[in-house]
Structures are given as C-alpha cells and as structure tokens.
C-alpha cells in the first residue's frame, strides 16, 4: 500500500479506566451507572480533545459492541456520537464481532475510506473504537402478551419465585457466554484448548501472575497515563465526585500461593480459577484515523500505521486459538515476519488460551516475552466490544515510548473467529 494512501492512527486517542463491575463482588461497580453509549461518548469525547483536530473534519464514526446491555444500546455508536459531541450530521456505525468489535471498528472504518465507496472527502476522518459496558441484566422471558400490572418491577431487582408459572430470568452474562455451536460455555473452549496443549494448573497460575505484576509495574511507572482520560463519578451519600483514574482489577498482593489456594471456576478438576481468567469490567476507548496523505494536509501527528489485518475462523470448541490463524493472516498482509514483532497485545481471555496462543506464536518466530509486557486482561479486565481499541492504543503507544517499531494486537472470539491488527510506528 502506498504510504501516502496508508491508514494511521492519529496522537490522540484515550481510553477509559477499566472497572470492575462489582466491587468486592457485593457493591455496584464505579461504572456501574453508565450504559455502554455513556462511557463510549466520554471516550469519543476524550480522544476529539486530545487530538486536537477540527471536529467539522469528522465523516464517520464507527464503534464496537458486543452486547445490549441497556436501553439505549441499539442506538450504539450513534449514542457515543452525540455524547462525545459530534453533530447529527455524522453518520455512525455500530459494529459487532464479540470480543474482536474494538479491531474490527478500525477494519471497518478504514475499508471504508480505502473503498472510496463511503468516503466524505470534505470530511476524510474517522472515529473508531469500542464500548462496553458489562452490566448485563436479568431478562424475563414468556410473559409478553400478559397483564403487567403495578407490582411488577420495572427498575429493581424481581423476586423470581413470585412470578407466574412459565416465566423465567436469565443473567445475560452468564448465558451470553455460552455458545450454543460448541455446545460449551467460553470457559470451557478454554479449559478443552488448555487440555489439547497440555497445559497444567501451575503454569496457568505462573501467567496470571505474570499479567498482574506486569500490568501493576506499568501503573506504577505511569505507563498508562497518556492513553487513559480519568473519570469522576458520582457516588450516592458523597459530596464530591470520586475520580477513576486507573484500572481498578490489578492485585498489589497477588502470590503464586494465593493463586493456587483459588478453586476451579467451571469445572471439577479444572484449570481456570478467578485468578487465572480475563477479568469483567466495563471500559471503552476511541481514537481518529484517516489516510496518512490527509493527515499531513491538515496538520495532524501519526502516531501509527496500519500495517495488516487479518481474521481467521476455527474451530468453536476451541475459540481461544482463534488469534493464531488471524496472524498469520495480519502478517502475511503486512509482509513482515513473527521476529519482526516488538510488542504483542494478546486479549488473555483465559490463561490456557493465551497459553496456547502464545506457544504457537513462538513457532512463527515470535518472542513470547514481547506478549503482554504491561499485563493483559486476566489483570485489567476484557470489556468485549472495547478491547481491541483498548490494546491498539496501549500497543501504539508503548511503541512510541520504547522507540520500537511493530505492534500485534490479537483476540479471540467466541464462536470459533480471531482477529489480528499489525501496526507500525511512526514516532
């Protein structure tokens, strides 16, 4: 691809906190109040600001999403478009690919300006990025078409055995992380693919450890700070709002011990703990893109260029392999090789699929000490849709700080996919 036709990602970009959903597992998260709309309009928000570019210069926005998880979802990334602020005569796309939709946003948007088909010339900038909040709720199904009179709940939680015969809830956390294809819950996938590659409890708890010291080592050195746009939420009883401004999963005290004292989460004489699984959070992220040729017209500074995509399909009982057809695909199309990769941002949906992943990366030439250098998810949490914005701009910008110059960012995805993202720096 010529460079002056190539596809960059501007300086600018933000991310928000990740959030635990709950905290100690008992009060609502600091999030919790946000639909997936309200944290993707604070990044949208955040990265127009730090950009500094032109807001009239904005002709699409294209988000991720994997879930409705509130009333306003539907509406999307037309919901992150108004609350960031951008007019009602910019178009926005919702996108959805599961776990992948923050990469797939990117794919999307820049097949859209390298197509021609879509483009606004006048207007030659994209927003794209992800949101995700996990605050999914308990559905009531089979009683629509009933009377619904005063004492039924709107807001609140149901006294489930209260209700009629032939009605029932189900948590749309737990269920949507079932695949019905598979026949497993995501967990499972895991926990096969764990199997298949031998991979044993210690060695599963050895990385979840590694994912919580890497990711506090970068917290603590301020690593974070340029791609994170704080948060200050208000909370019920305080006077002033609290504000959020890292990712609230990390574990200061985590020890091998702890880990092993954890028992398995999804299956008898399993592998994955709490300790060694993504953990659920709510997050999102948003940064402008555009033709490199633009760019340099209007002023603005590169931080990255897209150097390949790739997905791939596999098979769904083990999903989590998905990330290492989808590079081999993302480098083939950026024409380097596994040893030309600096950094690795693999999503550690689970540590025996990232386990796995990585043991395979290895084998196209890949170092697995560049994989995850400032953690991964199993310490600072996956928010589906918003993931693969999230790591794209934690890879880019740790590229430009260690003076490197490639970036892998990876995923799987339920349902038998994965997705890959090369990027080249341009600091």
């Known amino acids: 691809m010529a460079k002056d036709n190539a596809v960059v990602l501007l300086d600018g970009g933000r991310r928000l ?12 998260g600091l999030f919790s109040r946000f639909s997936a709309t309200h944290l993707g309009g604070l990044a949208v928000k955040a990265a127009l600001d730090h ?67 879509r483009h606004d010339t006048n207007r030659p ?17 089979d009683y629509r078409g009933r009377r619904v009179g005063a004492s039924v709940q709107k807001y609140g939680p149901i006294e489930a055995s209260a209700l009629p015969r032939g009605t029932y809830l189900q948590d749309l956390l737990l269920m949507s992380l079932y695949d019905p294809s598979a026949r497993m819950s995501m967990a499972n996938t895991a926990e096969e693919l764990g199997r298949r590659y031998h ?20 917290r603590d050195a301020g690593h974070f700070v340029e791609e994170t746009e704080p948060v200050d939420v208000a909370r019920d009883g305080a ?37 060694n699984a993504s953990a659920v959070v709510d997050g999102a992220a948003a940064m402008v893109i555009g033709k490199e040729a633009d760019a340099v017209r ?36 950026a024409g380097i090789s596994g040893s030309t990769i600096d950094i690795v941002e693999l999503n550690e949906a689970f540590a025996p699929q990232s386990l796995a992943c990585v043991r395979d990366f ?14 991964g998810a199993i310490a600072v949490g996956h928010p589906l849709g918003a993931t693969g914005a999230i790591l794209t701009l934690t890879c880019a910008y740790a590229l430009r700080r260690r003076a490197l110059r490639y970036g892998l960012i990876t995923m799987c995805i339920g349902g038998g996919q994965g997705i890959a993202l090369v990027i080249e720096s341009m600091a």
Not at 17 to 28: H, M, Y
């Open 199 to 218: 991979v044993t409890r210690e060695e599963a708890d050895a990385f979840g450890l590694r994912s919580h010291m890497n990711a506090k080592r970068a």
């Open 362 to 375: 290895e084998k196209m030439g890949i170092d697995p000490e560049k994989v995850n250098p400032q953690g």
């Open 298 to 333: 209007h002023g603005l500074t590169p931080l990255a260029r897209i150097a390949g995509i790739g997905v791939a399909g596999c098979d769904p009982q083990i999903m989590g392999i998905g990330p290492v057809p989808a590079t081999r695909n993302a480098l083939a199309q």
């Open 17 to 28: 906190p990740r959030a635990d959903i709950l905290i100690d597992n008992k009060k609502p």
């Open 125 to 141: 900038f994209s927003v794209v990025g992800g949101a995700e909040s996990m605050q999914f709720p308990f559905s009531l199904f």
């Open 239 to 275: 006077t002033e709002a609290a504000r959020v401004s890292h990712d609230t999963h990390i574990m200061d005290d985590a020890t091998l011990e702890s880990m092993a004292r954890l028992r398995p989460a999804f299956e008898a004489g399993g592998i994955i703990t709490a300790g």
């Open 51 to 117: 950009t500094r570019i032109d807001p009239g210069l904005i002709g699409h926005v294209v988000m991720g999403m994997a879930e409705h998880s509130h009333r306003d979802s539907i509406y999307g990334a037309q919901g992150m478009r108004w609350r960031g602020g951008l007019p009602s005569d910019v178009p926005a796309l919702t996108v959805a690919r599961i776990c992948g939709s923050g990469v797939e946003a990117i794919a999307v948007a820049s097949e859209m300006m390298l197509a021609g088909l």
